[in-house]
């Protein structure tokens, strides 16, 4: 599978999307590590955060319970970077609620394959059943 042809680059960004979401649900902070960038950067409701602070969230174990992603889009932005964007539904460790967000995640090749160096959440609107209407 080569990764230039677009269905197949969706794929192999896809999976590395899941390898960041799955280290949240287990804690692992190596894995999330290995996945992004030294110089990443991600923009989120309460404000910015480099790759320690999005690793070191896991200092005491996983974040997240469950998470889903949906209505997949994926922008290729040149031969060495890809945008991936999402409908991420999800629920935090402890919360009794989930939460919809709408992700936006930039990956970079790198020698030994991609990279996360930019992601960003946007809180999702409640829709209509949401809001009693």
Known sequence: MSDHDPNALMGIITVHEKKVWEALVSGDRAADDALLSDRFLGV?????????????????GPTI???????IQLLLLGAEHALLSYRANFQRQAASQHETMY?????????????????????????KADQGI
Request: charged fraction near 20%; include cysteine.
């Open 44 to 60: 989120y409701p309460d404000g910015f955060a480099g790759k320690q602070d999005h690793c070191g969230q896991l200092d005491h």
């Open 65 to 71: 319970h469950s998470y889903e992603m949906q209505e």
């Open 103 to 127: 992700v936006s995640s930039v990956w970079q090749r790198a020698a030994d394959g991609w990279i996360n160096i930019f992601s960003q959440d946007t809180p999702a609107a409640p829709s």
